[in-house]
């Protein structure tokens, strides 16, 4: 059993940063592939980034690649995702994942937190 908390959300302006943070409880956390995916309202959730549990392999939606890092700390149990130059298309509730396999798809996590909103004004 894992249990994830994301923090660090909140209100930026467009072109500001943020860095969100998720804590992880249990177990074996440098077992697990850790994935950040993202919901705006009315939408599906969406694939934000992922990293491997080893740290050594990451991966990005394009949307994001080049703005967000994806980090982690196994040390710690903690995984966090850097994002800068944000624009209002990112707003939306960001919810941290825990998973066997390193993917994009919400049903490759079997574990998530409770999401922490960002809302990026323009």
């Known amino acids: 059993q894992v249990q994830l908390v994301e923090s660090g959300g909140g209100l930026v302006q467009a072109g500001g940063s943020l860095r969100l943070s998720c804590a992880a409880s249990g177990r074996s956390f440098s077992s697990f592939a850790m994935g950040w995916f993202r919901q705006a309202p009315g939408k599906e959730r969406d694939f934000v980034a992922a990293?491997?549990?080893?740290?050594?392999?990451?991966y990005y939606a394009d949307s994001v690649k080049g703005r967000f890092t994806i980090s982690r700390d196994n040390a710690k149990n903690t995984v966090n995702l850097q994002m800068n130059s944000l624009k209002p298309e990112d707003t939306a509730v960001y919810y941290c994942a825990a998973g066997v396999v390193l993917g994009s798809h919400t049903g490759e996590y079997r574990y998530w937190g409770q999401g922490t909103q960002v809302t990026v004004s323009s």
């Open positions: 990293i491997s549990g080893s740290g050594v392999t990451t």
